[in-house]
């Protein structure tokens, strides 16, 4: 054999070595390669499935609060029909203001010249909410028996309950009005959490 032969066929087996290097290499980073994207598929399944999981318990803890919230409230709503049907919500009105007629003077009817005409009531007239009312009120924006007074879910007698609270229709509607916008900024609130939720990217 030539030395030109041999000079050839040396040549070819040193480019033969580099091609078979080159091939180990890149085959070895392609299992790496591929051993990281199946490491990284693995973890994000495993995120997946764990959030899959805190979802369906959220869920479950969600309908079974609202299953106790409204056990409580069918509950309250027989308490609060018995209520109505042993008192009344409001009390004989209260009159504010009141000036008795002159125990002496000109017989009814007759009034001397420029005198005023006397007057048995001067003032407002303000039905008074019971505790009976109160309890259910506050009980109903609570969604849990809250007493007022001695009048509760379990008061026992009537009387208790039917009697005044000092309240009146006026203080019932400004507490209206403070609930109303109280709940109007929390409903608020969750609409943009939600939006926000919603809209977020994974």
């Not at 899959?52 to 309908?63: C, D, I, S, W």
């Not at 106790?68 to 309250?76: N, T, V």
Request: charged share 25%; aromatic share 6%.
């Amino acid at each position: 054999m030539t030395a030109g032969a041999r000079w050839l066929i040396g040549m070819v087996l040193l480019l033969l070595l580099a091609a078979a290097g080159y091939w180990a290499g890149d085959h070895n980073r392609n299992n790496a390669w591929l051993a990281k994207q199946a490491k990284v598929e693995r973890e994000a399944h495993v995120k997946y499935e764990a959030e899959v999981k805190r979802g369906e318990e959220a869920a479950g803890n969600y309908l079974g609060d609202l299953k106790d919230r409204e056990d409580k409230y069918e509950e309250l709503d027989k308490k609060f029909a018995a209520m109505r049907q042993r008192v009344p919500l409001l009390v004989s009105p209260t009159v504010v203001g009141e000036t008795p007629a002159a125990a002496a003077g000109p017989e009814p009817g007759v009034h001397p010249p420029g005198a005023p005409t006397p007057m048995c009531i001067q003032g407002a007239i303000k039905p008074e909410l019971t505790y009976g009312a109160v309890w259910m009120w506050n009980s109903a924006l609570v969604g849990a028996d809250v007493p007022a007074g001695a009048c509760g879910a379990d008061a026992a007698s009537s009387e208790a309950c039917a009697a005044g609270s000092g309240l009146t229709t006026q203080d019932a509607w400004d507490n209206h009005t403070v609930n109303a916008r109280s709940w109007a900024k929390d409903r608020l609130r969750c609409e943009r959490l939600i939006d926000y939720l919603e809209g977020r990217t994974p």
